[in-house]
């Protein structure tokens, strides 16, 4: 990579950078017209005789000839804006384009480290690295060349122009320069030292609060927030010491300057006012230059500050740049190439030495081959170069001296296009993404964009353009919209086959229930699939006559019914018996609903809830006021936090006192009514619903139905024959609610749902809605155990001629070793490494090859 | 079905006697209230007990197991409290609560009543008082019982 920025910039944007000086030297003249047009005017038009003047053979008397010089000047200042404004946006695209391109190249090169150059550097580290700290590159390399060039040359335009009025008033113009030229530089060499610094601490800043997040756990576990503090504020002094250096010695830089510039003055009044009274300058051309010499201390601020941000940027392009050029690092062709040799054949090890594992230990003259087909176990407890070699086998890592080979194809020559299609690799630290689960379980089949998307008109436009921007850039132009999956590489033809063979593999590893689960916590949208919707209506249909059949289950759930009180829901699914259309909306959030609102009004609802809402928070107050936060008892019973109860003590003393002020503000009514929302009549019996009351509740649900569901998307009613997409699928295959009075009636009917659900087949649909659930940040939502599950479904699913384990399924467990029976099943007639640390577990496999310390033991 | 009723319900309650009103109130909330039909098991005799039951209407028979099958040995009624032992010790049930019609009863559970004794101490000693009654009247009893049998 080029190590200077100016290299960097040259070598990808000279002929826009040319372009760009090009346009400025077009500017001079017009800029320098511009300076001499007011003279003229002035000198010529206003205090000038002997018209009429002639130009282009016309004559022009003296007004006429005014008139057309100002005119002149008008079109000039146009043209001068004009083409200021078409080089801004032209450097502006320039300097946003080639940071595209720096970043992307930057990014790149991560992909191109070699596994063991990852611990020396830090995620913390290197991401300010490619996001902010490049930044002012880019606004920096629109300006690279054209900035000097054009305040230089209006500079010198403007002191040439002094010098053509008179030359002593030109050098006394520039008789500053050479002593700011001297000690400028000076002093800016230690502010670059200094900024180099700074980058560096605000590095090691972002990698400790990345691991503060990281490790947050283990500080609260160990009481160590005040050592991490400490360490931080220490952190954050240093920077604070560098910044004030920093900015003592910018800033003298800035006022020698100014000084400097307000000195020369001087010399103009002193020697510009001697010449005038000699008679040797005419006045004209004194004020004229004093015009032209503010307009002098422009352009030079701006070279002065110009030079300071060179020094600037250059120090933070170097500094970032110098990280990303590790002697090791891969071939972009590694990344970049599509071809794939066919991996068959024994994996051989050929006196393999390898360096640099994660606790430094090595793996010595190692000799070994698995023929092509069988299932062998790596044996060794960790450390032993167990990992390493099943890496080494992957190509994952390159061996210091001798050779892996699969077939006769030398790993270290081979691409990633070969590497990651034609192996499997899962290690013990396997890595889910942020996305859905089935981004994740087809991850290893994504190697390329397979089906690019129909485009048409506006949209195949705007590719276009993307595409265009990125060969400009040299970014890929892989198509993030394009199909990926590659149906032939998993040996199925389509994604239902696909989605099929996910699921077998799935059972065989035992997460399908968990993912069944998490497919009833789902929501789905019923326009994608009318089929599913109606198999769950069906189950819906399936369970209420289920329900009706059998007292005893009856007696479980409260069936939405639209004349009857559902005491085992809220009141506000009582009230509305609709949900809002958006799942995202909370409880608190519906009072503030416009249409709520205007119906709760109009029913009068308005001050019935907010007189239970008071009610509620006057009993809340009563009863846990003297509770301490910590017990617990608050958060799971209390309709209010702790945190809310000041301001619902302040909302109960206005709304009790007979004051007419201050009086409750609609903020204050919105959250009583929120209160008189969550309340579930069966559970929190605090007395506040009579059967008038409920009554009033179905009556005005009907009106709610009628006036606010019918004309408008935001509701859904619960209707029997209906899919509720804002529900889970759980909650809509049972139109009702679980008796909340009635002991385990949540789980007795779920008991039930789940029979009905295997009876009717909908299991597998459940699970596939379950492919779409959102697996959180790096899979947090999902245990340790799913995590491993998912990441060697996904290894299985490329459908490699090789496949490598290391500690995933070692468990001595009865449902392990069935897995690794699976396992072994589902590999067969291809080649199987199992890394594992127990010799029992290495007993199942036929072939065995033991490592301890490094070194293969017989 | 309100809370009122319940903690009148509580307060016939010997265990609960001593506690003043407020914190009935809160004992009330934070509990369930539940039904059980006729015929429906509270609990069973062995498994372990993480709840106490007072009844506030109905009536709940006692089972206990025996060679020839399960025996009933008693049978509670309103406003007793059954499976106190429960949310105060480990200990497994020692007999099977079976609805003997149809019942509400409110479900205190152990990890919320220990709460409560942890918010509010002079509860604990009520509950200390209650059982160290019970501990003497128990004594005396089985001092009574032992010297009937000597002299017996």
Known sequence: ?858 | MTLETEVEALRKVPLFRGIDETKLRLLAFISDRTEYPSGERLCSQGEEGDCAFIILSGAADVLVETPEGEKKVAQVSENSIVGEIAILCDVPRTATLVAANDMDVLTVSKDDFLKLLKEFPDISLEVMRTLALRLERTTRDLADARRGAAGG
Not at chain 1, 22 to 41: A, D, F, G, S, W
Not at chain 1, 417 to 422: A, D, F, Y
Not at chain 1, 734 to 759: K, M
């Open chain 1, 1 to 858: 990579m080029e190590k200077s920025l100016f290299g960097f910039i040259w070598k990808y944007s000279s002929r826009q950078q040319i372009f760009i000086l090009m346009v400025t030297v077009l500017t001079y003249p017009v800029v320098y017209i511009l300076l001499e047009l007011p003279k003229l005017i002035v000198n010529d038009a206003v205090q000038g005789d002997n018209f009429p003047r002639t130009i282009l053979g016309i004559d022009f008397d003296q007004v006429p000839y005014l008139i057309l010089l100002c005119f002149s000047f008008l079109s000039l200042v146009v043209v001068s804006n004009g083409l200021k404004f078409y080089l801004n946006v032209y450097k502006g695209r320039l300097g946003e384009r080639m940071l595209r391109r720096l970043r992307f190249e930057l990014f790149q090169r991560v992909l191109r480290f070699r596994l063991p150059h990852f611990r020396k550097v830090s995620s913390g580290e290197i991401i300010p690295m490619i996001t902010s700290e490049v930044e002012d590159v880019g606004g920096y390399i629109g300006e690279a060349f054209a900035l000097p060039a054009y305040q230089g040359g209006m500079l010198v335009v403007q002191i040439g122009f002094i010098f053509m009025q008179d030359p002593l008033l030109g050098l006394a113009a520039i008789s500053s320069y050479p002593i700011q030229g001297y000690v400028i530089p000076l002093l800016q060499r230690k502010v670059v030292l200094l900024s180099r610094q700074r980058v560096r601490n605000i590095r090691v800043i972002a990698d400790k609060v990345g691991e503060s997040i990281t490790g947050v756990a283990e500080i609260h576990a160990n009481d160590a927030a005040a050592w991490h503090s400490a360490d931080i504020s220490d952190r954050l002094y240093e920077n604070f010491k560098i910044r004030y250096d920093i900015f003592n010695r910018k800033f003298l830089i800035k006022f020698l300057n100014n000084f400097m510039n307000q000195l020369t003055p001087f010399f103009f009044y002193l020697i510009g006012g001697y010449l005038v009274i000699e008679g040797n300058l005419s006045i004209g051309a004194l004020l004229a230059v004093i015009a032209a010499y503010k307009d002098l201390a422009g352009p030079w601020k701006e070279l002065l500050s110009f030079y300071q941000m060179t020094a600037d940027v250059s120090v933070k392009y170097q500094t970032v740049v110098e990280n990303f050029d590790p002697l090791d690092i891969y071939d972009q062709e590694r990344l970049t190439s599509d071809d794939t040799v066919d991996l068959s054949g024994d994996v051989k090890l050929e006196s393999v030495n390898f360096a640099g594992g994660a606790a430094g230990q090595e793996v010595v003259d190692i000799s070994m081959t698995v023929p092509a087909g069988s299932a062998c176990a790596i044996v060794g407890p960790d450390g032993s170069g167990r990992s390493e070699v099943l890496q080494l086998a992957a190509g994952l890592v390159a061996p210091v001296s001798g050779k892996v080979c699969i077939g006769n194809h030398d790993l270290d020559k081979l691409t990633d296009s070969t590497l990651g299609r034609q192996i499997a690799y899962v290690g013990g630290a396997v890595h889910v993404w942020t996305g859905t689960i089935r981004d994740n379980l087809y991850y290893g089949l994504r190697h390329r964009p397979l089906v690019p998307p129909q485009r048409e008109g506006e949209s195949l436009k705007n590719y276009n353009r993307r595409l265009s921007e990125a060969k400009e850039t040299r970014n890929p132009t892989y198509d993030l919209a394009a199909e990926w999956d590659d149906f032939e590489a998993a040996g199925v033809g389509n994604e239902d086959e696909l989605d099929t063979k996910a699921l077998e593999l799935l059972e065989t590893v035992k997460i399908d229930k968990d993912i069944y689960r998490l497919g009833l916590q789902s929501r789905f949208d019923p326009s994608m699939d009318d089929d599913f919707a109606d198999k769950i209506l069906n189950v819906r249909k399936a369970l209420a006559e289920r329900i009706a059949d059998e007292p005893d289950l009856g007696g479980l759930v409260e069936l939405w019914h639209r004349d009857r009180f559902n005491a085992s829901a809220s009141l506000a699914d009582n009230l509305f018996f609709a949900v809002p259309a958006d799942p995202e909306i909370t409880m608190d959030q519906v009072p503030d609903l416009e249409q709520v609102k205007t119906f709760l009004a109009d029913t009068g609802f308005d001050k019935k809830l907010q007189q239970i809402g008071l009610k509620i928070a006057e009993t809340m107050l009563e009863l846990f006021s003297n509770v301490s936060g910590d017990s617990g008892l608050l958060g799971a019973y209390s309709f209010i936090t702790l945190d809310e109860i000041p301001d619902f003590e302040r909302i109960v003393r206005i709304a009790k006192s007979d004051q007419p002020r201050p009086g409750l503000t609609d903020a204050d009514r919105s959250r009583l009514t929120g209160l008189a929302f969550k309340l579930v009549p069966a559970r929190h019996r605090l007395g506040v619903m009579s059967d008038e009351l409920k009554r009033d509740i179905i009556s005005a649900r009907q009106t709610f139905l009628d006036e606010v569901v019918k004309n408008s998307d935001n509701f859904v009613a619960f209707e029997p024959d209906v899919y509720l997409p804002p529900l889970t699928i759980e909650d809509n295959l049972l139109f009702g609610r679980a008796r909340v009075d009635r002991r385990d009636a949540r789980r007795r009917i779920d008991d039930v749902i789940r029979t009905i659900v295997e009876e009717t087949g909908l299991r597998r649909a459940i699970i596939y809605a379950g492919f779409g659930y959102h697996v959180g940040v790096s899979g947090s939502r999902l245990s340790a155990g799913q995590r491993r599950k998912i990441a060697l479904v996904r290894g299985l699913l490329k459908n490699a001629k090789i496949t490598i384990l290391d500690d995933i399924a070692t468990g001595v467990t009865e449902e392990d070793r069935t897995l690794r029976k699976g396992l072994r099943q589902i590999l067969s007639g291809k080649t199987f490494l199992f890394g594992t640390s127990d010799a029992d577990i290495a007993a199942e496999f036929d072939q065995r090859f033991i490592l301890d310390q490094g070194r293969l033991s017989e």
